[in-house]
């Protein structure tokens, strides 16, 4: 079987294994990488979560930094924007470390981490969850499929009819799986009560902040302070509310990334310089978001695309890596082994094609 069809983590293992990644490393040392994490947890087998692909093993992110601060040199987000503005370049193979969202275990499990390796980081945050004015929606759809006693749930939504299937923590993850995409599609205006209709329909209560189980709890700003004065720890904009700003009209946009910012100055006393877009994804924002985050004095901002950073990339629109799972993933993720294995297949497509 190609290797294109593997899992991601035998994939990473492979070009670990052979050398690949090794090789990837030397020939593009001048690209830097920048990764994504959102949480951590000590505990990822705890079933009152369903969704943990947002909460990485504390561990592994342990691992991870270990291997970085002796492999590779990792940079701030804010050396990236100076570099860009003095049009100098950057050390041989950079990684930046980023945050979304701003959950407690950021400060909890990754500070401790990140000050033992003395390594940077930018954590994007929601201000409003620090706020403890909105919960994510995606909490709530977790929260409601995770703990109704209903064993099964015909949904429509988009136009189309999920069976929900409720049975088992398994069958629940799925059901979850499925809802999320769905989801994402509506207009920002009609999410939180479509997800009120939800957890009607599961008969569950909307949840409190009490009510979230500790990974899926806001950091303080009090916390975030005491990152950002350790010199540790950016604190970055990702929103008030995390609405995915291209389902939203104009407005709402606007006061979304200004509120954020001027919450962030509030309480930290800077202005933050790097916004992230929330989901991340090239249809969750727009030409005209770029331009209302560079309006409102953003020098950088992140999506969730995955791509090498060069000198060429467009600073309201840096690539960034999902969160690694394990060690091996993440050295061909940072070396560019991904990258490699992707360019030799379409020469050898291209060459193919010749013939
Ligand atoms: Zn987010």
């Known amino acids: 079987m190609p290797l294109a069809f593997y899992p991601r983590s035998i994939k990473a293992a492979a070009l670990v294994g052979s050398g690949l990644a090794s090789f990837a490393r030397t020939r593009r040392s001048a690209e830097a990488t920048i990764l994504t994490f959102h949480g951590l947890s000590e505990n990822t087998s705890d079933r009152g979560i369903l969704d943990w692909s947002l909460h990485l093993q504390a561990g592994v992110f342990r691992s991870i930094c270990a291997m970085l601060a002796k492999e590779y040199h990792v940079i701030s987000l804010a050396d990236l924007v100076e570099a860009r503005t003095q049009g100098s370049g950057l050390p041989d193979n950079s990684v930046i470390i980023t945050f979304d969202d701003g959950y407690a275990s950021n400060y909890e499990l990754a500070y401790p981490i990140l000050r033992e390796f003395g390594l940077h980081a930018t954590i994007f945050v929601t201000t409003g969850f620090l706020d403890a004015v909105e919960m994510f929606w995606f909490q709530r759809a977790d929260l409601a499929l995770g703990r109704t006693r209903k064993e099964l749930l015909d949904w429509k939504i988009n136009g189309k009819s999920l069976r929900l299937y409720l049975g088992t923590y398994e069958l629940r993850q799925q059901s979850l799986a499925k809802l999320l995409p769905e989801l994402k599609e509506l207009p920002d205006a009609d999410l939180l009560s479509e997800v009120g209709r939800l957890e009607n329909a599961l008969e569950v209560t909307e949840p409190s902040f009490d009510d979230l189980p500790q990974a899926m709890r806001p950091m303080t700003w009090e916390m975030a302070c005491e990152m950002s004065l350790s010199g540790h720890v950016d604190i970055g904009g990702h929103t008030h509310t995390h609405p995915i700003l ?72 840096l690539p960034r890596y999902g969160s690694p799972e394990s060690v091996l993933e993440a050295k061909a993720t940072v070396s560019g082994a991904f990258e490699t294995l992707k360019d030799w297949r379409q020469s050898c497509r291209k060459a193919m094609s010749m013939i």
């Open 246 to 317: 291209a389902r939203c009209d104009v407005r709402a946009v606007r006061a979304e990334i200004a509120t954020c910012r001027d919450r962030i100055h509030a309480e930290i006393g800077e202005l933050p310089f790097a916004f992230a877009y929330p989901n991340g994804g090239s249809d969750d924002f727009t030409r005209e978001t770029l331009m209302l985050v560079r309006e409102a004095g953003f020098k950088a901002a992140c999506t969730t695309i995955s791509g090498r950073v060069d000198s060429t990339v467009p600073m309201h629109q």
